[in-house]
């Protein structure tokens, strides 16, 4: 006799479980794949507003008060503010999901791995390996090639790679939202390792403007990994073709790539025009637009994945 069982927890079923493709489900992991979780999105918009008033505030704050520190103090409050907006998303983490808990420990766990991957491969791939920093900005066209060949798509892959050999394959990572939680916690923590290094490797930083260089980093590095994480959520729920993951990375590299371009000439441009040595404010704006726009984008998408979900089972 055949024997089917859930695809996420393994508890043997009857053969009239639910099932999408080849996969079955039991009745509570059934039920988990056709929600949405308002409530986890509008935290992601609150998160993303509260991150951009952050930035906002500390670097308006820290330019009228102009604190005279030595070079170590300076090093301190950098590496502090670089620990804010990944601080700032466990918090509301953690409060959301009084709810409908997750394991924190895998969540901190993919968050920690992200960033190990960040300090011990990416950053010396680009500098050493690929010494990105000599040759990246000198035309439009090796800017656009180079950040999304070379910086997009090795970011995004350690970023995937921390969430697709840990966690991805155990029985917690259960609902299509995942996908994008763990994305989102392995974008953060690659982010903050980048955002330490910048500052550790400046010696002492302008805090006002570190204020929103790290926030910049954060907001766009975890919404490359979220659009990641959403590919990742569905080809572990429901038969995708081959190239689906592939697809998502590639989207992400792209995005990741075209967003630092647009970066750099943004602040470049403001530069010339206000005769400051660099403009941050446009980077923040933009930042901030890339991550709604992704929520926006990611929800739509988990929407429309759970209609066809439920219209699917209805037919059955
Ligand atoms: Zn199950």
Partial sequence: METVSCCVCQEPLAGNAPHLGNRAYCAEHWAK????????????????????????????????????????????AGVALALVPAALWLAFFYLQDRLEPEPKGYVLGVFVLGALLAAAVSIPLMRNLFSVQDWLGQSLLVDLLGSILIVGFIQEFLKYAAVRYSVFNSAEFDERLDGVLYGTAAGLGFATALNIYYVVSSGGVNLSMAAIQVTVTALAQASFAGITGYFLGRAKFEEEPVWWLAAGLTLAATLNGVFHVLLGNLVRSGSALSGQTINPWLGLILATVLAAASLAVILGLMRRASRLTLAGADMA
């Fill in 33 to 76: 794949l056709s929600q949405t979780r308002g409530s986890v999105w509008r935290s992601g918009v609150i998160y993303v507003v509260a991150v951009a008033l952050f930035a906002l505030a500390a670097a308006l704050l820290l330019r009228s008060l102009q604190p005279q520190l030595s070079q170590g103090g300076l090093m301190v």
